[in-house]
């Protein structure tokens, strides 16, 4: 559960997920981020609470993580959840574990042993880790949300990663630091935004047109 946080929390500030489009559930609740709760692994009443609570439908994805692929809590959360019209998405490194055979869309990790017997933070924990990096990465290509290899949608909330959309900006359309960095600023610190006024447009045609492009930046510049 924590891996699937640690993938999750990133979707905002990396690609301007909205975070109501996103929920976490986990065994124990947000306390079991920072201290193990293993005992609230079996808790299945907890479970079908936690879903009830956000009364998922079509359509809402669920996305199950649990190294066995038996995990009472994960698999009643999937159960409820495809009971209630959700898209269930399954990852486990146990093929043919029963979670696996009870999602729609299983993704088997066949890790094998771990290094360190019953261990599952290593191996099997790393695997997940880079499967759901991957899936999370691979939706927000296909919605536009990265352009030639840049994460144009980032939100620029340092000074790290304003410098960071100032190099996007200058990168992506051949302009100087400085006018990148002035384009930047008419944009709000959207990337995508300042792309199109430095092809041209005003601010409020570039925000018109990333929006008719479901903000994607590639249809709204038509290259």
């Given at each position: ?11 905002w500030p990396t690609f301007s997920w909205p975070p109501e489009r996103l ?62 019209g959700a898209l269930t998405i399954a990852f486990a490194c146990n093929p ?15 890790t094998g042993p771990e290094f360190l017997a019953g261990s599952t933070r ?102």
């Amino acid at each position: 559960g924590r891996i699937a946080v640690q993938d999750g929390v990133e979707l905002w500030p990396t690609f301007s997920w909205p975070p109501e489009r996103l929920a976490f559930l986990l065994a124990g609740g947000e306390g079991a981020l920072l201290r193990a709760a293993e005992g609230a692994e079996d808790d299945v009443e907890a479970a079908r609470r936690q879903i009830a609570a956000l009364a998922p439908e079509p359509p809402d994805v669920h996305i199950a993580v649990a190294a066995s692929g038996s995990t009472p809590f994960v698999r009643e959360a999937q159960a409820e959840a495809r009971r209630r019209g959700a898209l269930t998405i399954a990852f486990a490194c146990n093929p043919g574990s029963p979670l696996l055979e009870e999602a729609e869309l299983p993704v088997p990790l066949a890790t094998g042993p771990e290094f360190l017997a019953g261990s599952t933070r290593m191996t099997a924990g790393t695997a997940q880790k880079i499967a759901l990096n991957l899936l999370s990465t691979r939706i927000m290509i296909a919605l536009g949300r990265v352009y030639q290899g840049r994460m144009v949608a980032l939100v620029p909330a340092n000074a790290k990663l304003r410098e960071r959309a100032r190099r996007m900006v200058a990168e992506l359309t051949g302009a100087p630091p400085e006018a990148a960095g002035k384009a930047l600023e008419r944009a709000g610190g959207d990337v995508r935004r300042a792309v199109l006024i430095l092809d041209g447009l005003s601010p409020e045609e570039a925000a018109q047109r990333l929006a008719a492009a479901e903000g994607d930046l590639r249809r709204a510049r038509g290259r």
